[in-house]
């Protein structure tokens, strides 16, 4: 499971959107359009972190398998 399906099934079980995440985390809508669209393949960790507080979840969960 890449980021992006790690970051969809958290934001779907959060019933979350991906403009309330990136409000919530404070990051730009276009980098989760990237990483959606395949453009880029993993984010920065400072990001990621963003994100896992944004969704209240470890970092572990984002962790590759």
Do not use: H, P
């Not at 403009?19 to 993993?42: F, H, M, P, W």
């Amino acid at each position: 499971m890449n980021l992006w399906q790690k970051i969809k099934k958290q934001l779907k079980e959060k019933n979350l959107t991906i403009y309330e995440l990136t409000k919530k985390a404070g990051i730009a809508q276009n980098t989760l359009y990237e990483l959606k669209s395949g453009r880029v393949s993993d984010l920065r960790f400072n990001t990621v972190c963003k994100i896992a507080d944004a969704l209240e979840v470890s970092l572990d969960e984002f962790r590759k398998e």
